[in-house]
């Protein structure tokens, strides 16, 4: 489609049709909160273009605020002044400019031609600065261009690597001939100074600069970061999809994006991605990069000698040449993910490395919002935010995500697995171990033992053959935790960088790979036997008997990584503020089954996107808890692109025989309470064509409601309208019964009769309710059981609640902050749940919230305006379902 150009107050935004009006809107508004420096929280429904007013708008404002930049740079290398905030000439960068007499003194009391050669030289810096960022600039534009214009080069990776793995291939053969000679025939011994007559092994004046194929200068792959866009979303997917969407825009030829993943997602060498575990795959690729370096530092410092020395273990796809093509490669066009491993697996080249060394030179990095609030993982990546633009887009999962990021949880079981293999390490090479390796894991086994011992269990038996005398849950500050455990003599920040730097989870993983897989001496047998049962034991409903087969359909298990590596994580959480964290003692009935659970409690972060109903916690656990001053904040909320009369959002209070709704954990499990809500959606399925999703607040709930409604014949009586399908809890089979249930409604709706289209059976924050697309026929009506209020006997949640009453503010004549986050949690998975039907313009559906508590006018105010404003409240059935048959009577005329 041709782009339409918008002048919208003076800005131009491209964009590739003629926008909706809260497009302009969006765009206008983001724009200047870009501008101005603010943080900006945008509400747009699902269907209503907010990918795209997003890129245009984002992409837009970075346009100008680029060519600003370069206009200010060039006119002050040409006179040596540029714009000041205040309208005087100052060089960039240069926070004073004083008009001073002679003999006046600065600030620091320094005579001021001290402080004008300060400035001058500053000055001259600046300029020295800004013409070597010029030069990084155009040559950068010139590499683009010759890849642009010359398709030779995007092959020169391609078949440079293909050169060296025929080298090497003659290489290996060329040493397997010498090995064979030398089985054959041993070596003479050579007469006195004839060693000098034998060639030493050879090494290219290319190998000696760059051991395993690296350039002595990496630092070209270096460059100074621009002004960039980052774009955050929650999945892969949802990263792709705005990738493509940006690809489909007017900015999709000339915006340099990267898309960032983890290598697991992006490892490209078969034998480090076979691991499965993401821990492992961190580790191995680690491991190579430090025998890399090491090899390199061992080749600067070493005379030559003749002595063959062992090749050290290097990843053949990190190479400077290759990885400076790819770089560009990267740069050069739109990709995602995928796009990006298959130009990485034909250019040889890592794909993980290439991106990261894309960041600085790109102009929006797209990346898993993990990635971006982990400060680790963050500053490994070579993300620095200072002065950038972040977006997170589909926010609504923000707060859980920040609090999963930095929480983490560790078995009995695995406290035991983790204590019983260390032993044995230790054992088997305490002859080979310094001192100071034997210190630290004598260290780590006293903190298992006594982590073991504060669950109530004995690190010397079974776990899972363990019971315990005391169950329960209990919430311990992290100081109450160290005293309790008695190991607050222990410096865990030496511990914990002792496990990162020394690798030892890694270690222990290969120790305990290789007990499985190779024969130990008749010596050793019965005890390395004995250790491999009592491993066998420790994993719970492991037998002896062949494993059994995967089922059909079902993923295959990636292996599992040493669980030393998973209590690595539990060690560095122990190290963060006492007043943010608690540990969550749970005793269940076995060893095996109870846990330490490390919890964070509060944590800042800036955020700007996504479709944020209700945004108090928003405003409140995050930005206020931050020191974001209000001024400093915009809301953009905007309506929907689809006409009022398409959507028909109705409260039911009560059912057909006059059963008063309200879904309580007290009431909902009533008979006479399902036996209503089975009724209610006979007579939907009766006036509503096509699909028809009805969300329950939990599985157990779902599962216990089928079984009432089968027993009593509701179940029999539904089938014979719509074709029923239940959520199903494994994840690899959503997209099975989507199909099916899509192809029931097409099939139903092309050949008539008594069946006119499914019901499908979800769950509230399942995973059908979040990133799927019921449009269409697929949706024409979305019921909602009962409100979903999380858990409020949940620990986690009590400590949460206490957290937030301690460090917000009360607003007068409003809930306390605790409260408040659980009325919030339950809303945001309501209106997640609705959003999955209208997903664009001429789109119509009715929603149907069954629970008179509903009604209530906080309740209402929670849910998004382009719903509110349109719901009506019904205190019986009968108006309600003859407002249900004459929507979408005349709806489905139309259509």
């Not at 003629?18 to 501008?35: G, R």
């Not at 002792?498 to 270690?507: A, F, G, I, L, N």
């Amino acid at each position: 489609m041709a782009d339409k150009n918008q002048e919208i107050g003076g800005i131009h935004f491209p964009f590739p049709f003629t926008p909706y009006s809260i497009q302009k809107d969006f765009m206008t508004v983001l724009y200047q909160v870009l501008d101005d420096g603010k943080i900006g929280i945008f509400e747009s429904p699902t269907g209503t273009g907010k990918s795209l007013s997003l890129i245009c708008g984002a992409l837009s404002w970075l346009r100008d605020f680029e060519e600003k930049k370069h206009q200010e740079e060039a006119r002050f290398l040409k006179t040596g002044t540029a714009p000041s905030s205040d309208g005087k000439d100052q060089p960039p960068c240069i926070s004073s400019s004083r008009q001073e007499t002679p003999d006046t003194l600065g600030p620091t009391g320094e005579p001021d031609w001290v402080t004008q050669f300060v400035q001058k030289k500053e000055e001259r810096d600046l300029v020295d600065r800004l013409k070597k960022e010029q030069m990084r600039r155009k040559k950068r534009e010139e590499r683009l261009q010759q890849l642009r214009h010359n398709t030779q080069l995007k092959y020169a990776a391609k078949r440079e690597r293909q050169e060296e793995e025929e080298t090497e291939r003659l290489l290996r053969l060329s040493r397997d001939i010498l090995a064979a000679g030398t089985e054959a025939e041993p070596l003479e011994q050579l007469a006195s100074g004839e060693e000098e007559l034998v060639l030493s092994e050879y090494e290219s004046d290319e190998e000696k600069r760059a051991p395993n194929g690296l350039d002595e200068d990496e630092d070209d792959l270096e460059e100074e970061h621009v002004t960039k866009i980052y774009y955050c979303s929650r999945t892969h997917s949802q990263l792709a999809q705005f990738v493509h969407e940006v690809q489909k825009s007017p900015f999709g030829k000339d915006t340099r994006l990267v898309s960032l993943g983890s290598r697991q997602n992006l490892c490209i060498n078969q034998e480090v991605k076979n691991l499965g575990s993401v821990q492992l795959i961190n580790d191995r690729c680690m491991e190579l990069q430090r025998s890399r370096h090491e090899s390199k530092s061992r080749a600067e410092d070493q005379e030559p000698k003749r002595k063959r020395q062992a090749p050290q273990a290097a990843c053949p796809f990190y190479s400077h040449r290759h990885l400076q093509l790819l770089q560009d490669q990267v740069l050069l066009e739109v990709k995602d993910i995928e796009q990006l491993v298959a130009l990485g697996k034909e250019a040889g080249a890592c794909p993980y490395y290439g991106s990261r060394f894309a960041i600085p030179a790109a102009q929006v990095v797209v990346l898993p919002y993990q990635m971006l609030l982990h400060t680790a993982t963050r500053q490994a990546t070579g993300i620095r935010l200072q002065g950038q633009v972040v977006i997170i887009d589909e926010a609504h999962n923000l707060i859980d995500t920040i609090t999963g990021i930095h929480s983490t949880e560790v078995s009995g079981s695995q406290l035991c697995q983790a204590h019983s293999q260390l032993l044995q390490y230790m054992e088997r090479y305490r002859k080979r171990l310094k001192a100071k390796n034997l210190m630290y894991i004598k260290q780590i086994l006293y903190l298992l033992e006594k982590f073991v011992t504060v669950l109530g269990g004995n690190i010397k038996q079974n776990p899972n053959t363990q019971s315990l005398s005391q169950t329960g849950t209990e919430l311990k500050t992290i100081n109450d935790f160290l005293f309790q455990s008695q190991i607050d003599n222990i410096n865990l920040f030496k511990v914990q960088r002792y496990c990162e730097k020394s690798m030892v989870s890694r270690k222990l993983f290969g120790f305990t790979e290789r007990y499985g897989a190779v024969l130990a001496p008749p010596r050793e047998q019965p005890r390395l036997t004995g250790f491999q049962h009592f491993l066998q034991s420790l994993q719970p409903g492991v037998t002896e008997s062949p494993t059994a087969p995967v089922e059909e359909g079902e993923a295959r298990v990636p292996r599992p990584a040493s669980p030393l590596m998973h209590i690595e994580g539990f060690l560095e959480a122990l190290t963060t503020a006492n007043h943010d964290g608690r540990v969550m003692l749970s005793r269940q009935g076995s060893l095996s089954q109870s846990s330490l659970k490390f919890l964070l409690l509060g944590r800042a972060v800036v955020i700007a996107g996504g479709t944020m109903q209700p945004v108090s916690d928003f405003r409140e656990q995050l930005l206020a808890c931050a020191g974001v001053e209000a001024e400093r904040l915009v809301e953009f909320s905007c309506g929907h692109v689809i006409p009022p009369d398409n959507i028909l959002p109705l409260v039911l209070c009560s059912g057909p025989s006059n059963q008063q709704l309200e879904f309580t954990y007290l009431k909902r499990e009533l008979p006479q309470m399902m036996d209503e809500t089975g009724r209610i959606l006979c007579n939907l399925c009766n006036v509503v064509p096509g699909g028809v999703i009805c969300f329950f607040p939990s599985y157990e709930y779902q599962r216990q409601v089928h079984a009432h409604w089968d027993k009593s014949g509701l179940l029999a009586r539904l089938a014979v309208r719509k074709k029923i399908f239940q959520e199903p809890k494994r994840a690899n089979q959503v997209e099975q019964v989507l199909t099916e249930y899509s192809r029931c409604i097409q099939c139903h709706g092309q050949a008539g009769g008594m069946v006119n289209g499914a019901l499908l059976l979800s769950v509230v924050g399942g995973k059908m309710s979040e990133g799927i697309n019921f449009s269409d026929d697929l949706g024409r009506c979305v019921v909602m059981v009962g409100l979903p209020y999380p858990n409020i006997k949940s620990p986690e949640l009590q400590e949460k609640m206490a957290y937030l009453d301690h460090t917000l503010p009360r607003t007068p004549g409003q809930a306390p902050p605790g409260k408040a986050l659980v009325e919030n949690l339950c809303m945001k998975a309501v209106n997640q749940s609705i959003g999955r039907a209208i997903r664009h313009q001429k789109d119509f559906a009715s929603i149907v919230l069954l629970d008179q508590r509903y009604a209530r006018p906080p309740v209402l105010a929670k849910l998004p305006a382009w719903i509110r404003d349109r719901v009506e409240v019904k205190a019986t059935f009968g108006p309600a379902f003859a407002a249900l048959r004459k929507f979408h009577h005349e709806k489905s005329s139309l259509s």
